[in-house]
């Protein structure tokens, strides 16, 4: 049977390397990698590595884009950030930081308007206003009035709260909370 353990989570050379660092007091180099089935050579190489002219732009690109995105609250997506990069005198394409976006695992957040569902049965004509817009009571559940609202959150969707409410002290005797 084939061990999976190293396939489930395969660590960044940037991890290895800061973790070789961190014990260089205890160990030697060689006694790090070997322990760690890690190549010497890709150690020796990411610690004199120099950011290239690609990658120093590529970082500085990443930087404007993330400041937009953040400027405006996480809400604006790829054309929208290029619109605003090229009123900022940034020459861009919609590609270019649809790109950059998936690089930094960045979305725009976007709200689903609630739209209203009609209700699909007819009120009862023999059913009357019992109220009369008389909001006064003088004991107890006497009067109870109700009421429903729909919440937006922001990893569920749209959520209904309903909850009931007694006329003489205007507290709430009950709610209920839910998808539907």
Not at 9 to 26: G, H, M, P, T, W
Not at 54 to 77: A, H, I
Not at 83 to 112: P, T
Request: aromatic residues 12%.
């Amino acid at each position: 049977m084939k061990k999976s353990y190293c396939h489930i989570r395969k660590k960044s050379i940037a991890e290895y390397v800061s973790f070789i660092q961190a014990n260089l007091d205890n160990y030697t180099v060689k006694q790090m990698c070997s322990a760690l089935k890690f190549p010497r050579s890709t150690y020796y190489t990411a610690i004199n590595h120099v950011t290239s002219k690609r990658e120093q732009e590529y970082n500085k690109f990443s930087e404007k884009v993330l400041s937009v995105y953040n400027e405006y609250k996480k809400r604006y997506g790829a054309v929208k950030i290029q619109r605003e990069l090229n009123d900022r005198n940034i020459s861009c394409s919609i590609k270019r930081v649809q790109r950059y976006m998936k690089r930094l695992a960045i979305k725009s957040i976007v709200v689903q308007k609630y739209h209203y569902q009609k209700n699909q049965g007819n009120v009862p004509k023999d059913k009357k206003n019992i109220l009369n817009r008389d909001f006064e009571a003088n004991t107890v559940f006497k009067k109870l009035v109700t009421d429903s609202t729909y919440i937006h959150v922001v990893n569920e969707g749209w959520s209904s709260l309903a909850s009931v409410m007694d006329l003489y002290d205007r507290k709430i005797i009950g709610w209920a909370y839910g998808k539907k």
